[in-house]
């Protein structure tokens, strides 16, 4: 089992079966609301049986429908009627959308109670499930949230072994981020085997980059924005051209290379390489650039700096800096935007 610890005393566990307990001892605690989603139901089934207090079981609407603003107010009724306290805890069983739905609601409940995410798809476990954010939707991605760390996220390397090849490969991509900006080894595993790279050596390492950066930075001001890397073109691309988010970070990541290329020698060939060995795309079919600049632009305002890249030096060493208009053409045109 590793242990991975992040923020003020949260634990990461990672492991075959449930490396339990999946709850840590707390006095008080009376009964355990466990939120699952459709595809999760299996694990869901493992988890309630595993925990021996009274349980309100509650399955949400499958991906991001979960996090429609509208959804919410009907699960805060239920944990209402059912009386859940403070001392109660909330447990997220299932991809981002549910994990992330667990954490918004324990957080804003009675103030905040403790909550535990068991992320069951590749993407919750590299990424959603790690870091503390957690968000709804209004319209608009994550518009509404709050920074709440699970005092425990469990990952079971057996449930993301059984998931189909496609959740697996769109959650790489997160995790092949994670070893462009923080650890040269995960790179050169993905480059010797691909998505054969064993789960159980892949996700320790990348869930250990995420967590290391955010403790350094929870709320967000600085270095946190490596994570971003891949994301500045991706989020447009993800828009416009309605790519799964793993596709377009693949295809974000290689933008971001190119710009990497021409202003710090990085080897952007290696990467795109990189990305066709898990088997991601490296480029989109009918994007257009001029509305991708101005999505990005549009995304930007909110934090009224400019367009600002996370670029490479090298494998390992970013650098978060401002690009202007004519490289981001360059870069668009490298994947195919038009
Ligand atoms: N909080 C954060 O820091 C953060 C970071 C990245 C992404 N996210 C959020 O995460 C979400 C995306 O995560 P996701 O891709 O895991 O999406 P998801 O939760 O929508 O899950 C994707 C699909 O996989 C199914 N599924 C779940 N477990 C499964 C299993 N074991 N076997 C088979 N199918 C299974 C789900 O039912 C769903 O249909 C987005 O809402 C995104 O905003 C949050
Ligand atoms: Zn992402």
Known sequence: VDRILIGD????????GFPAPLLPDRPGRERVVVLGQPGSRPVTARVRAAIDLPVLEVELPDRDAAKELDAIGPLYRRLADAGIGRHDTIVGVGGGAATDVAGFVAATWLRGVEWTA????????????????????????????????????????DVLEGLPIELVREGSAEALKAGYIADPELVGLYERSG?????????????????????????????????????????????????????????????AAEISRS??????????????????PTAVIGCDAEEAID??????????????????????????EPVDEAELRTALASIGAG
Do not use: Y
């Not at 990085?266 to 898990?278: I, Q």
């Not at 909110?302 to 600002?308: I, N, S």
């Not at 890249?309 to 390992?316: A, I």
């Open 118 to 157: 068991i992320p069951t798809t590749m993407l919750g476990a590299v990424d959603a499930a790690v870091g503390g954010k957690t968000g709804i939707n209004l319209g608009g991605k994550n518009l509404i949230g709050a920074f709440w760390h699970p005092s425990r996220v469990v990952i079971d390397i």
């Open 195 to 255: 998505l054969d790279a064993p789960l159980e050596t892949v996700v320790p390492r990348a869930v250990a980059v995420k967590a290391s950066v955010v403790s350094g930075d929870f709320r967000e001001t600085g270095r946190r924005a490596i994570l971003n890397f891949g994301h500045t073109v991706g989020h447009a691309v993800e828009r416009l051209c309605n790519l799964p988010h793993g596709h377009a970070v693949a295809v974000g990541m290689v933008a």
């Open 9 to 16: 005393g949260s634990e990461i566990l990672v492991g075959r």
């Open 263 to 280: 202003r710090h020698g990085f080897d952007a060939d290696r990467l795109r390489a990189s990305v066709e060995r898990l088997g991601l």
């Open 295 to 320: 999505l990005i632009r549009l995304d930007k305002k909110r934090d009224a700096t400019g367009v600002r890249m996370v670029l490479l030096r090298g494998v390992g060493r970013p650098v978060v």
